[in-house]
């Protein structure tokens, strides 16, 4: 006889909490006494939720995301491993407004580095608000200046921490941060980050105050870099579509957007682009991009009446000065005698007439016309001596001062050389090498070491040398990575004749760091030059061209590498 046995097991009568995601997913149930019982379940989970909650809080359901923000903002924004310091700033985060918590990332941008980063990486992926999110990283990546947008991560330790960031597509300024810290270390890693944030924002606009730029700036120089002009062009405009939406009235997107056509153009739309930025077309930096065009097409008549009715329109001092710096930033430095000596006529300002004179003189040094520089050189200087005792800080107007000096002594040894003088080429020398700050000056070195060498003796341009590549390697070894001092100690050591072989690798780092940086391709190109290498730097010089197009200095050195 068979027996059937029959076990029966004891369950607990303990409900199993429903999994986060279902509950997350309750957050847009129809049933409002559903969606509160989700929330406090959710609540009652606290930190075991968070990740959930982060993620639900950019959720493309309106309801769901305010639901998610609340619950988020209602949890410890602060753990016991923080520093002390940042715990303070943060009691209290999730209670504050928006406002408010903008407020709490700028206090926290004033701590040390090594103290509030970890804690702002980490609202950066955290705080449900975009805007607040666009705030950090303004506040670790401040701007070098207001023309041009910083290249990326300046702080070192800040840019291997936001390497080990790994943001979803609902994050854009995350993203944006991420590709500013892998730019120089993997371009196709962080251009795609970028793109990410582009697609980001398009979905969900936010107010990023000008730092979506950098990922626009970025993915349009590749598109560029590769000749693929209608789609740079198509990433200004939509650029420009956010201004005064979801950035502030800088209309630098609309000039990029008319370069792009004076440059390579007329490209497809160019037409539209007149009629779509109507209110930007009287604007210089637009007049000369048009004339431009229009001399590409062989519209000769229209593109001369054009270019001067761009010198008519900059009559503000401060336009002027603007569009001065718009020219030098994409290279049509041909444009900026005229600018420049409409500054110097302002009569009621005296800082627009230093200016003037500082744009033309770096220009003539630029171009190697001595004499030119020499004299807006000294009128600067006559003008800072005027001002001496006047000014706040005569200590520093001395140090300009002797600055100036150096560059005049350098330009007027290049003219003696030239003419045969060997009396003045000494006397200034002799002044350089007396001058203890000379080393400190890269741009006085590379040019009056040769001369030195030929008529000073070797040991004073060696010690120079030495003095100013020392200076270089100390700020290399603070941020090794940064391209811009990797091609400031190649362009150096390039110029100077010395450690050729250490400066093409730093040459090439610079340029895989930032490959379609004009500049820094020409310096590759001038070091390969020295190291015998003439058909490479034909190669790497029309390149350099290809991105800024008929620069004057380039095209001498395209044809000094030809043989020509």
């Known amino acids: 006889m068979k027996w059937l046995i029959i076990i029966v097991f004891s369950l607990p009568l303990v409900a199993r909490a429903e999994p986060v995601d279902s509950l997350i997913w309750s957050l847009n149930d129809a049933d409002s006494q559903k969606r509160i019982q989700a929330e406090n379940e959710l609540a009652r989970l606290g930190l075991s939720a968070r990740p959930a909650l982060v993620e639900a809080s950019r959720s493309s359901n309106p309801s769901i995301a305010a639901a998610a923000s609340r619950l988020l903002l209602a949890q410890p924004w602060f753990s016991d491993k923080d520093p002390y310091p ?7 985060y999730g209670t504050s407004n928006e406002a408010e918590r903008i407020k709490v990332i700028s206090n926290l941008a ?15 992926m955290e705080d449900p608000s975009e805007d607040v999110c666009w705030k950090i ?9 207001k023309v041009v947008p910083d290249p990326g991560i300046q702080h070192l330790a800040l840019r291997e921490m936001a390497r080990r960031l790994n943001p979803s597509d609902a994050r854009p300024a995350a993203l944006v941060l991420a590709g500013r810290a892998w730019i120089w270390k993997d371009r ?6 970028l793109a990410r944030a582009l697609r980001a924002e398009s979905r969900r606009a936010s107010y990023d105050d000008n730092e979506l730029d950098f990922a626009f700036d970025r993915l349009a120089q590749a598109a560029v870099a590769e000749h693929r002009y209608d789609d740079a062009a198509q990433l200004r405009r939509d650029q420009s579509a956010r201004i005064g939406v979801t950035q502030n009235s800088n209309f630098r997107a609309v000039y990029e957007l008319f370069f792009l056509h ?11 682009d007149v009629q779509r930025f109507s209110d930007q077309v009287d604007e210089p930096q637009v007049l000369y991009a048009i004339s431009r065009a229009y001399a590409r097409s062989g519209r000769m008549l229209e593109s001369l009446m054009i270019d001067q009715t761009a010198l008519n329109a900059s009559l503000e001092p401060l336009s002027r000065k603007l569009v001065i710096q718009s020219m030098e930033g994409i290279g049509w430095r041909d444009l900026i005698p005229r600018e420049g000596n409409a500054l110097l006529g302002v009569e009621d300002d005296l800082s627009y007439r230093l200016e003037g004179h500082e744009f033309l003189a770096n220009l003539a040094s630029r171009t190697e016309t001595d004499a030119l520089a020499i004299d807006h050189f000294g009128a600067i200087r006559s003008v800072y001596q005027q001002i001496t005792n006047a000014s706040n800080d005569p200590v520093a107007i001395q140090e300009a001062i002797q600055r100036l000096d150096r560059e005049i002594a350098m330009h007027t040894a290049r003219i003696a050389e030239k003419a045969g003088d060997a009396a003045t080429l000494s006397a200034c020398l002799d002044k350089i090498v007396a001058d203890r700050e000379a080393s400190t000056d890269a741009n006085v070195v590379e040019n009056v070491y040769p001369m030195l060498v030929a008529h000073n003796g070797k040991p004073d341009a060696e010690r120079l040398f030495n003095d100013a590549y020392l200076n270089s390697r100390q700020r290399l070894a603070i941020d090794p990575d940064n391209p811009e001092y990797l091609n400031n100690i190649a362009w150096l050591c390039a110029r100077c004749d010395q450690k050729l072989p250490e400066a093409l690798d730093f040459a090439k780092r610079a340029v895989l760091a930032e490959p379609y940086e004009a500049s820094f391709i020409d310096t590759l190109a001038e070091v390969n030059f020295r190291v015998g290498n003439a058909a490479e730097s034909v190669k790497l010089e029309i390149r350099a061209l ?4 008929n620069d004057a200095f380039m095209t001498r050195q395209l044809a000094r590498f030809r043989g020509k």
Do not use: M, W
Request: glycine share 12%.
């Open 86 to 92: 940042v715990q303070i700033l943060l009691n209290g």
């Open 110 to 124: 004033q701590l040390p580095g090594e103290v509030s980063h970890p804690a702002l990486l980490r609202l950066i």
């Open 137 to 145: 990283v303004t506040v670790l990546c401040p701007p070098i200046n």
């Open 188 to 193: 196709a890693k962080a251009l795609d980050y």
């Open 262 to 272: 004076g440059n390579y153009g007329p490209l497809k739309g160019f037409e539209g």
């Open 546 to 549: 290809d991105l800024e197009p």
